[in-house]
């Protein structure tokens, strides 16, 4: 499975992007999918994640209440939506997928997030 994300660029404080992740195959075989974040010099961070089960997404702390990770099986694509953009969500943000059957986790190449104030 290869992961494709976009939707990323510059965006004012108080301002909203989507961020879409295509997949080569289907994402109904992935058990776990979402998104991290990481900052040059620091460690990747979770963003959000949702189960193919289509339960209660989990987010980090830093983005609770403004961002939503959400997956459409038909398009193959997981969004993460953001709104209410800060600064401090600069980073390169990277979609990933995990499948338990053959326990191996699949990344895109990053998507980069520029927030001015």
């Known amino acids: 499975v290869q992961l494709q994300a976009s939707g990323g660029g510059v965006v004012q404080a108080g301002g909203s992007l989507r961020l879409s992740c295509t997949t080569s195959g289907s994402i109904s075989s992935l058990t776990n999918m979402g998104w991290y974040r990481q900052v040059p010099g620091s460690q990747r961070e979770l963003v959000g994640s949702?189960?193919?089960?289509?339960?209660?997404?989990v987010y980090g702390d830093s983005v609770k209440g403004r961002f939503a990770v959400s997956k459409d099986n038909a398009k193959d694509t997981i969004y993460l939506q953001m709104n209410s953009l800060k600064p401090e969500d600069t980073a390169v943000y990277y979609c990933?997928?995990?499948?338990?059957?053959?326990?191996?986790?699949?990344w895109g190449q990053g998507t980069q997030v520029t927030v001015s104030s």
């Open positions: 990933w997928g995990y499948d338990h059957s053959i326990m191996t986790t699949y």
């Open positions: 949702i189960s193919s089960s289509a339960g209660v997404p």
